[in-house]
């Protein structure tokens, strides 16, 4: 009895100890620097959208802690194999965010301490946002007019499944000449995004002559993509 609670123990220790090895809680300077020496990084900000808006670390992906539903999803489609860098506002959010991701198999997760409000007082560098303008409604239509059909696709670099699924489009480009496939960047065309009501991502939308034939907001595996684009 004696040793299986010593056997017990040991292993809830052992874990623990994994536990504190794969998550670690850093200040900025050296948030800062493990990040410069970590070449394959990936960088979560778990904030609102709108606060990602507003400004962000160079290069982050962006997942609302607060959306547990789609927290929840999105988690799964990055790569728990490489140091993932997580951050927040302040660091609250972060650190539940990286419990969740150290306890699900995460390799090594770090929280930046104080979160982005320290980041910025601190002066790290941050993305910078681009001084172009955007599309207009005339420019936009004139892109989809084609005799082909047109498969239009939004989505930001900062959005897993929008990542998970830019291969999956860069294939049915290759495999279907008979298809037109346009790329829209919802960051350089925030604008445009707000003119045709397109607030989540990625999503989809398949034009004939100019007018919608079907659309898909979120991820969708190429043989939903290839059923749809053969019925239509």
Not at 133 to 155: C, D, H, R, W, Y
Request: hydrophobic share 40%.
């Amino acid at each position: 009895m004696i040793i299986k609670k010593i056997t017990f123990i040991l292993i809830i220790t052992f874990n623990i100890l994994l536990f504190a090895q794969k998550l670690e809680l850093l200040p900025s300077k050296s948030f800062e620097k493990k990040l410069t020496l970590t070449p394959n990084a990936q960088i979560l900000d778990v904030r609102t959208v709108e606060e990602f808006k507003n400004g962000a670390i160079e290069n982050s992906l962006n997942i609302d802690f607060n959306n547990k539903e789609e927290f929840n999803e999105y988690i799964s489609y990055l790569d728990k194999t490489k140091p993932t860098f997580v951050y927040c506002f302040s660091g609250g959010r972060s650190a539940e965010a990286a419990k969740i991701l150290s306890s699900i198999g995460f390799n090594q997760v770090f929280d930046l301490e104080g979160g982005y409000r320290d980041w910025i007082s601190k002066k790290k560098p941050v993305g910078v946002e681009s001084t172009y303008k955007g599309m207009t409604n005339q420019e936009f239509m004139a892109l989809i007019k084609s005799e082909k059909p047109v498969l239009t696709i939004f989505s930001a670099k900062w959005c897993p499944p929008c990542i998970k699924l830019a291969p999956i489009i860069s294939e049915i480009e290759k495999e279907n000449t008979n298809l037109k496939v346009v790329k829209i960047d919802v960051d350089l065309e925030k604008d445009l995004c707000g003119r045709l009501g397109v607030d989540k991502y990625p999503a989809i939308v398949l034009f004939k002559d100019q007018k919608e034939a079907w659309s898909n907001v979120g991820f969708i595996t190429k043989s939903s993509i290839l059923e749809n684009l053969k019925g239509k």
